[in-house]
Nanobody
């Protein structure tokens, strides 16, 4: 079994910064893609940023240039540095990882971390 635990959410003023972290633990052989998703009230969950094992990144258009995703494979962690935050960035942010474990490859989700951006 694999667990993902997010940290670093909270309340921040518009224009400020936050750094989210997600730690994976359990029976992990290797972690493939790692991603951050978010879900705002009344909206569907959307992909924010993704990073491959090789370090290639993709971003949603709405966050490109403001957010940076990174990973630490020694610690099985993924981070999301969020700068120039806007009110519309308010959402619950979820960590997602594709994990190879015990011969199987599955995706896992964290429970989410709330980010609230105030004006």
């Amino acid at each position: 079994q694999v667990q993902l635990v997010e940290s670093g959410g909270g309340l921040v003023q518009a224009g400020g910064s936050l750094r989210l972290s997600c730690a994976a633990s359990g029976s992990i052989f290797v972690i493939d893609n790692m991603s951050w998703y978010r879900q705002a009230p009344g909206k569907q969950r959307e992909l924010v940023a993704s990073i491959t094992r090789g370090g290639s990144t993709t971003y949603a258009e709405s966050v490109r240039g403001r957010f940076t995703i990174s990973r630490d494979d020694f610690k099985n962690m993924v981070h999301l540095q969020m700068n120039s935050l806007k009110r519309e960035d308010t959402a619950v942010y979820y960590c997602n990882a594709w994990v190879v474990s015990l011969g199987n490859k599955m995706d896992y989700w964290g429970k989410g971390s709330l980010v609230t951006v105030s004006s």
